[in-house]
């Protein structure tokens, strides 16, 4: 082959090097000794087939078709546009099971990413075998978010009369959804593993590091290379030992030799492991146990800072979302005065304002104004005067995306915005367990299946709906686990409405806040969003908001 007749791209030149020297020559076919037998049903299948769905839609009765393989290019999933380019594809051999390395097929927007770990075009007269040199093709490698190991390509292919620009974005915006979702499929113990596990790499590229818990392990390069499958398996079973001193230094019997192990602990059954070389001195290993990051941490620390910070506060949130809650950990105290706006409706403006002032007046540390959204222009005057003149802090709640109430929240140093229940599922096994603590109850495990279909519910009434059907929940049970039968019948079913990707979940939450600010009024929420309205209700349509 003549400097000539090679691509000018490096990284398609070093591909067809690569392919050269695994002896494969561009009058061959690919290269498919057996078809293996794939795991239909595993993590990246999982994470993937909603995206996948969506994208068969979008590619029925066009030019086009799309590959999902695992990061050792074995092809999980394939869709087509047209029957006619799924039975090319028969004939060339791309079929599910079949295993697509630059060793057995080439310079392709398979094997390729999987080599340069980037997203790759490879346009017809790229591809190092002449049987595929009629496609465009564009692969772009799927990555677990946080140890940037390789989980599989995502590849979509047409005819070389096809522009390749328009295959980018949709392959991006995929890859970008199917990374979130391989991430949400982790536990939170398996969340804070691989949170231990990117700290312990940062400035040890050389050691070998591996994190590991019942299902899943973690390891970086040095440790995928020096370490086999009985050291793996070893350091698991150490994990499991829950006797076991932590953090200090270990001898272990390692293939690569005798070597000193530092060990952290990350959970009962999950712990990071880091391999000393002979040269290396000891760095230091943290003791205090890694942990996700949640919703509710953030919400903690925020309520923590404004308990502690001087000036007044402004609490919104959805309805049952926690407001009251919310302003007496604020407040830090159970006995505080409370005045709900609500009043000024039953017992009249004049009434309501006097109270109002009366509590300005007391030598009070702070007292609380609830739903003070319901309250007319000139109330909103008189609170406002009150806040000004009173010694006390005032912490303040009301209903979300509220203008009306601009003014107050001007002269308020902390403004809290408490996330809906439907913002912290990752959370709700550790909510649900709580709520049950809060009613005297311990040690009632939710069964997956149960635990599934509370994850499925919008819960529009947030956390007060999730304590009405743990009650029903409570008092329909007998004994053992909760599972699908002990759930209420309503909220048993799953999937009430289909998974949305990450930019149609921000559409939802979207669309759903400015209902709520504008209390249902399509017309306002319309002009709000700058659509129009037949377009707001086919969006809401599509999205499944009622």
Request: aromatic share 4%; charged share 25%; net charge neutral.
């Amino acid at each position: 082959m003549t400097e000539k007749d090679t691509p000018l791209d490096p990284d398609i030149r070093q591909s067809w090097h690569r392919s050269t020297l695994a002896g494969l020559n561009p009058g061959s076919g690919i290269v498919i000794d057996q078809l293996a037998e794939m795991n239909l049903q595993s993590r990246l299948m999982r994470a993937a087939t909603p995206i996948l769905e969506g994208l068969e839609n979008q590619l029925h009765d066009s030019n086009f078709g799309l590959l999902l393989a695992d990061n050792e290019g074995y092809i999980l999933h394939r869709t087509f546009g047209t029957t006619r380019l799924a039975a090319a594809s028969d004939r060339l051999g791309v079929v599910i099971g079949a295993q697509f390395t630059e060793q057995t097929s080439g310079t392709n927007a398979i094997s390729t990413p999987i080599e340069t770990r980037r997203g790759v075009f490879v346009l017809g007269e790229e591809h190092f075998l002449e049987c595929l040199r009629d496609q465009i093709c564009f692969g772009l490698p799927i990555f677990q978010l946080g140890t940037r190991r390789l989980e599989g390509v995502i590849n979509i292919m047409g005819p070389g009369r096809e522009s390749p620009a328009l295959m980018k974005p949709v392959l991006t915006s995929a890859v970008r959804e199917i990374q979130q979702r391989l991430l949400n499929t982790y536990s939170d113990a398996q969340v804070a593993l691989l949170l231990a596990f990117r700290a312990a790499c940062e400035g040890h590229r050389r050691m070998p590091v591996v994190a590991v818990e019942p299902s899943e392990t973690f390891t970086n390069g040095a440790a995928a290379t020096e370490l086999g499958n009985n050291d793996l398996a070893l350091l698991k079973e150490f994990a499991a030992q829950r006797t076991t001193v932590f953090g200090d230094r270990v001898q272990m019997d390692l293939s690569m030799g005798q070597r000193t192990v530092l060990i952290e602990r990350v959970s009962d059954q999950g712990a990071v492991f880091r391999v000393l070389r002979d040269e290396e001195g000891t760095p230091a290993v943290p003791r205090a146990t890694v942990r996700y990051r949640t919703v509710g941490d953030d919400l903690a620390e925020k309520l923590l800072r404004a308990r502690n910070a001087s000036g007044h506060v402004l609490i919104s949130g959805e309805p049952g979302s926690g407001r009251t809650a919310a302003a007496f950990s604020v407040t830090a105290d159970d006995s505080v005065q409370v005045i709900d706006a609500s009043d000024a409706v039953v017992d009249g403006s004049k009434k309501w304002a006097a109270s109002l002032q009366s509590l300005a007046e007391q030598s009070l540390t702070s007292f609380v104004v609830e739903s003070v959204h319901l309250l007319d222009a000139r109330l909103l005057r008189v609170l406002l005067d009150a806040m000004e003149q009173t010694s006390a802090r005032v912490v303040l709640t009301t209903d979300t995306g509220m203008d009306s109430i601009a003014p107050i929240a001007t002269h308020c140093r902390s403004i809290i915005e408490l996330p809906a229940l439907r913002q912290r599922r990752p959370e709700l096994a550790s909510i649900v367990a709580s709520l049950l603590a809060d009613r005297g109850v311990k040690n009632v495990r939710f069964t997956s299946p149960a635990l599934a279909a509370l994850l499925a519910h919008d819960w529009p009434r947030n956390y007060k709906e999730l304590q009405s059907v743990l009650d029903e929940v409570l008092a329909a049970r007998s004994v053992g686990d909760v599972t699908l039968s002990d759930i209420p019948e309503r909220y048993r079913t799953r999937g009430r409405r289909r998974n949305l990707g990450l930019l149609e979940q921000a559409e939802f939450d979207t669309i759903r806040k400015v209902l709520a600010q504008v209390r249902g009024n399509k017309v306002q929420a319309a002009e709000l969003l700058g659509i129009s309205r037949s377009t707001l209700y086919s969006r809401m349509k599509a999205l499944g908001l009622p």
